[in-house]
């Protein structure tokens, strides 16, 4: 069972940035493809950023060009830099496994809170 920790949230005025970040357990990571979700209030959680084990990266439309994931093999940890921040990002994100090369996921972290708000 991969445990995952997401933190890094918090208030934000439009315009700014954030960095979240991911602590993944398990011994191999590395062999993880990743990706970070939202789940804005009454809207469905959302795909927005993945990043192959080999370090391939893709992005939603909705975050192209303002968001870059990254990971960090040696720490277990996986990295969203979100800049340009829109008050349609806020939402809870998560870090897990990417669903659309290891499937669906039924076990997610605590997620983090984005609040994007002048």
């Known amino acids: 069972q991969v445990q995952l920790v997401e933190s890094g949230g918090g208030l934000v005025q439009p315009g700014g940035s954030l960095r979240l970040s991911c602590l993944v357990s398990?011994?191999?990571?590395?062999?993880?493809?990743m990706g970070w979700y939202r789940q804005a209030p009454g809207k469905q959680r959302e795909l927005v950023a993945t990043?192959?084990?080999?370090?391939?990266?893709n992005y939603d439309d909705s975050v192209k060009g303002r968001f870059t994931i990254s990971r960090d093999n040696a720490k277990n940890m996986v990295y969203l830099q979100m800049n340009s921040l829109k008050p349609e990002d806020m939402a809870v994100y998560y870090c897990?496994?990417?669903?659309?090369?290891?499937?669906?996921?039924?076990?997610w972290g605590q997620g983090t809170q984005v609040t994007v708000s002048s």
């Open positions: 897990n496994l990417d669903e659309t090369r290891h499937g669906p996921r039924d076990s």
């Open positions: 990043i192959t084990r080999g370090g391939s990266t």
């Open positions: 398990g011994s191999i990571f590395n062999f993880y493809h």
